[in-house]
T-cell receptor, first 108, second 116 residues
């Protein structure tokens, strides 16, 4: 069993749609990270959070520590949002666990 | 501009050959990491270093070696002992390490290694 599970694996949306990507984890965490991997392969850190909610532009990340669950929302999606979104957790045992990613395609 | 550079972008390896992937950062970060990414799998840690002249094995260190002689540089050698080296390799850094700590990791653009 993977320590970090993401859903869905693949997601196709029409431009303008509201998108939600989910992440569940099974370990105690010090922080949860949302990463974005572009088609060329480079990875950018979007959020790091350990409680509550963070917002950056059209992106919102939430975390529920009791339920061990986090969501990444994209409002008013745009084709440039097309990428792989990766959830990663830094555990209290000083390990880092990565999800397998959600591949998002936004169609104009 | 501060950041992490990796070279080359693509690398071809012949059977039995050792190859070295370069990773350089000018962020003044103490910690550096090497990850391997395979299709359908999450990133897996190969090696990490929290300070110059010190490094630790990650989950899949067999067939790989690293050095950390300078703060800015953390090269990864894929040895002939790595029987399935075809993958995408990502280097990352963070301010002070403590793997799993509450630190953002900054990633390089990656190197794609292919076996001929």
């Amino acid at each position: 069993k993977n320590e970090v599970e993401q859903s869905p694996q693949n997601l196709t949306a029409q431009e303008g749609e509201f998108i939600t990507i989910n992440c569940s984890y099974s370990v105690g965490i010090s922080a949860l990270h949302w990463l974005q991997q572009h088609p060329g392969g480079g990875i950018v850190s979007l959020f790091m959070l350990s409680s509550g909610k963070k917002k950056h532009g059209r992106l919102i990340a939430t975390i529920n520590i009791q339920e061990k669950h986090s969501s990444l929302h994209i409002t008013a999606s745009h084709p440039r949002d097309s990428a792989v979104y990766i959830c990663a957790v830094g555990s209290t045992g000083n390990q880092f666990y990565f999800g397998t990613g959600t591949s998002l395609t936004v169609i104009p | 501009d501060g950041g992490i550079t990796q070279s080359p972008k693509y690398l071809f390896r012949k059977e039995g050959q050792n190859v070295t992937l370069s990773c350089e950062q000018n962020l003044n970060h103490d910690a550096m990491y090497w990850y391997r990414q395979d299709p359908g799998q999450g990133l897996r840690l190969i090696y990490y270093s929290q300070i110059v002249n010190d490094f630790q094995k990650g989950d899949i260190a067999e067939g790989y070696s690293v050095s950390r002689e300078k703060k800015e540089s953390f090269p990864l050698t894929v040895t002939s002992a790595q029987k399935n080296p075809t993958a995408f390799y990502l280097c990352a850094s963070s301010i002070s390490g403590g793997y799993g700590s509450q630190e953002t990791q900054y990633f390089g653009p990656g190197t794609r290694l292919l076996v001929l």
